[in-house]
């Protein structure tokens, strides 16, 4: 089956260091737009960001209000792309661990998986480090 795992998301030469910033893995290229969209603004702007509700959260956001406009459309982006692998996904309510953005490969995946769910997420994880 992991054969077919899908490919990662798009990459964007220059942003290494972002991979960390990403909570999850299917979410990297988007916070490298961001990440480069920052690093792009002058002067730079900053922000972190978590998975919550199926989504990315921006917090202690810091720059001008069209990097902001940015990251608010990022975010709706991030509700339609899988945790995992960064493909088209739907927003579902999971066992135990409320809601989640998943493919329905990932769907299946994370539901197997149970209480072993972080497996899921680390072999996406390795996959991201072993393609780079
Ligand atoms: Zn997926």
Not at 2 to 9: G, K, L, T, W
Not at 25 to 44: F, L, N
Not at 94 to 105: A, V
Request: charged share 25%; net charge neutral; proline share 8%.
């Amino acid at each position: 089956m992991d054969s077919e795992v899908d490919r990662p998301a798009p990459a964007i030469e220059g942003a290494a260091r972002s991979r960390e910033l990403s909570p999850v893995p299917g979410w990297v290229g988007i916070v490298r737009v961001a990440a480069a969209a920052a690093a792009a603004t002058d002067p730079p702007a900053s922000f972190l960001c978590r998975a919550r509700w199926g989504r990315l959260a921006w917090y202690d956001v810091r720059g001008p209000r069209p990097f902001v406009e940015l990251l608010w459309a990022l975010e709706e982006l991030s509700a339609t792309l899988c945790e995992v692998c960064g493909a088209p996904a739907v927003q579902r309510e999971t066992w135990e661990r409320g809601i989640h953005t998943l493919c329905p490969r990932h769907a299946v995946d994370v539901a197997v998986a149970g209480p072993k769910v972080g497996d899921v997420y680390d072999r996406a994880w390795a996959l991201l480090r072993n393609t780079q």
